[in-house]
């Protein structure tokens, strides 16, 4: 007898419901104490498990129930503040479920706590359950319906402050997608991001809208796919959105567009590109970008609105782009559209400044060409590469805006011996800007000029105009009338009438016999 009582006393002790102890003629203990189960639900809209005043809002109309091992004991379901109570449960262990009939099918339950409870006598067993969106990938969120609501974590390809349009782009293993209408925050490229967003549109692709996002930390950046123009024109559903690169694409064409941006079209070879410089980015290059650059570059694609949708490469930042220029002949580079920016290299024919207006000519093995320098120190004989603009000066090609590095010092090409009429005309164009010698020959007239001194030399068989340039000579007495002389000098094309004349460097270009 006094066993049984022991075992019954144990059992009540443990808080088990028993109906009494087994042995036969023993008194019968039960427990009739209860207790109850109190608790909310709440739908976590950030995604941070936490339930976040002014972000997060309670559940109202969930149902709940409370399980044992013989089935429901009871229900509930949360009022208009998201709370619910089931009170009158015996002491026991129970297990804690919700209905999802009652949730809706853009969320899910992410979490039951305490989904294994206790109900103690007298006491209230708290309990909390947290509600989420459904979370996807990129690449399967284009396949949801229109305004459906998810969650998605991914690593940011481009800073909030960006392109100052508050997109974010974000990317996964399975592809990008681009985040609309982000709220001002400190996130930048290679954050890990948590979005909960409205799958919608945007520019005539899908985008998340409406995003709640919030940024979890650094993560490892994700590399570019390297692309051709004509891929990164027309992507796979892989890339779309994505942070891609693209190299040795020349530019065809640019325009500036209002508010600011730059367009661009370049081409690989493979096809055409648009490449748009957004104005908020700052994009910076050390060389101009313009018609024949070369450009390695990497962004984020975005789409164009239209049918059928184009899609254009977006750098983030100044270090998306480098900007070359290929080195070309100079008889190319005369061939080039005026406004093309072209680079070529050759030996300086003349000092900087020999002339008072930053003007050197270069050579090469293909021709020569005039060159409108900026300010340095540049020398003839001076082994150079230079960049420039194509122009018309005096209706030849030349190059202004002249950007000259000297890598060398080497000699100066010996001159072009020719005769006064083939000069007067640089074999027809071919000649322009070379430096020229004319021997044997008679000075036929002689004048002064406001700008220096004129001549005129020739033989039998034609003539050709000199021109002393005062910057170059200074205070000089020219060669008189009749006197036999050899001259060296550049040839530069004469104002109008399609002659050239020969501009002497200084005195050693000019021998009296």
Not at 29 to 46: E, H, P, Q
Request: glycine share 10%.
């Amino acid at each position: 007898m006094m066993k049984s009582r022991i075992r019954c006393l144990a059992a009540l002790l443990s808080l088990a419901a028993l109906p009494g102890c087994e042995e036969p003629g023993d008194a019968v203990l039960a427990i009739t104490s209860k207790g109850s189960v109190v608790g909310f639900a709440f739908l976590d809209r950030n995604g941070d498990g936490e339930s976040t005043p002014n972000v997060d809002v309670r559940f109202p109309r969930l149902r709940v129930s409370v399980e044992s091992g013989a089935g429901t004991v009871a229900t509930a379901t949360t009022d208009s503040l998201g709370f619910f109570r089931v009170a009158d449960l015996p002491v026991g262990t129970y297990r804690l479920t919700v209905d999802e009939s009652t949730i809706g099918d853009t969320v899910t339950v992410v979490a039951v706590d305490s989904a294994r409870i206790t109900v103690l006598p007298n006491d209230s067993t708290n309990a909390r359950i947290t509600l989420g969106y459904s979370t996807s990938k990129a690449r399967l969120i284009a396949t949801l319906p229109i305004g459906r609501r998810i969650a998605y974590t991914g690593i940011a390809l481009n800073a909030w402050s960006a392109f100052g349009d508050s997109t974010v782009h974000l990317a996964d293993s399975t592809g990008a997608i681009r985040v609309v209408g982000v709220r001002p925050a400190d996130i930048d490229g290679g954050d890990r991001v948590r979005v909960v967003g409205t799958v919608g549109e945007r520019d005539s692709h899908v985008a998340l809208v409406d995003p709640t996002v919030i940024s979890i930390g650094p993560a490892e950046v994700l590399p570019p796919a390297l692309l051709s123009t004509a891929q990164a024109a027309d992507p796979s559903d892989s890339v779309k959105a994505a942070h891609v690169r693209i190299r040795s694409a020349v530019v065809l064409d640019g325009a500036s567009l209002p508010g600011g941006d730059v367009l661009l079209t370049v081409d690989d070879a493979s096809g055409p590109l648009e490449v748009l410089l957004d104005v908020n980015a700052g994009i910076n290059t050390a060389l101009p970008i313009t018609r024949g650059a070369e450009l390695d570059v990497s962004g984020v694609l975005v789409p164009v609105e239209g049918s059928p949708i184009r899609w254009r490469l977006k750098p983030r930042r100044t270090a998306d782009v480098t900007v070359t220029y290929p080195v070309v002949p100079i008889a190319t580079a005369r061939a080039k559209q005026p406004g093309q920016y072209t680079l070529v290299h050759g030996i300086v024919l003349n000092d900087i400044g020999t002339f008072g207006n930053n003007m050197l000519h270069v050579r090469d093995a293909s021709g020569a060409i005039r060159v409108i320098a900026r300010p340095g120190f540049v020398s003839a004989g001076d082994s150079v590469s230079v960049l420039g603009r194509v122009s018309i000066l005096d209706g030849q090609p030349a190059l202004v805006d002249g950007v000259a590095s000297v890598f060398a010092r080497r000699t100066v090409p010996p001159p072009v011996e020719v005769t006064p009429l083939r000069a007067a005309s640089a074999d027809n164009g071919a000649l322009d800007a070379t430096l020229v010698r004319v021997g044997n020959v008679t000075v036929r007239d002689t004048a002064t000029l406001s700008g220096g001194y004129r001549l005129v030399i020739g033989d039998e068989a034609g003539t050709v105009e000199v021109l002393l340039d005062r910057n170059a000579f200074g205070v000089f007495t020219p060669p008189a009338m009749g006197a036999a002389v050899t001259i060296t000098g550049l040839l530069v094309p004469a104002n109008t009438g399609g002659r050239w004349l020969i501009k002497p460097r200084n005195s050693s270009d000019i021998t009296v016999r």
